[in-house]
């Protein structure tokens, strides 16, 4: 018999991507780098201020921030780091480009394949997460 994504409870499977992650880790993963990649845009953007005070205070910002990443690391079992390794050899399977082995020397005269914001935004968070 063939198990349809259905008949598997609290697994999904975006379209395309061949990914089988739990639902709740995927809803945790996605809401946590959407609430961290806010969060650093702010504390950049308050870098590059014109305001020296500002600049300061984004400095400050910046061990929260590291504390919340790290408590979110913290967090997660070894069945959720499991099947963030997973995905993530499924990104580099799918897009060689992400490989290390596969980068291009800078002066390198063959234009890089092209890999999607989308997935690059997934596999460096799911790398840095998972480090």
């Known amino acids: 018999m063939v198990s349809r994504v259905s008949d598997v409870p609290h697994q999904i499977e975006r379209p395309g991507k061949g990914n089988n992650m739990d639902e709740a880790l995927r809803t945790k993963l996605d809401e ?6 806010s969060q650093q845009a702010g504390i950049n953007a308050d870098r590059k201020h ?3 005070a500002t600049r300061e205070w984004a400095r400050g910002k910046q061990r929260p921030a590291n504390a919340d990443r790290a408590q979110f690391r913290n967090s997660l ?9 997973e995905r993530i050899q499924q990104l580099l399977d799918d897009n060689p480009a992400l490989s290390p082995t596969n980068a291009q020397t800078l002066d390198s005269k063959i234009e890089p394949p092209c890999v999607s914001l989308e ?13």
Request: charged share 50%.
């Open 32 to 37: 946590a780098r959407e609430r961290m990649k």
């Open 77 to 85: 079992t070894d069945e959720d780091r499991r099947q963030i390794e």
């Open 50 to 52: 014109n305001d020296r």
């Open 119 to 131: 997935v690059l935004d997934e596999y460096y968070f799911l790398r840095d997460i998972a480090g």
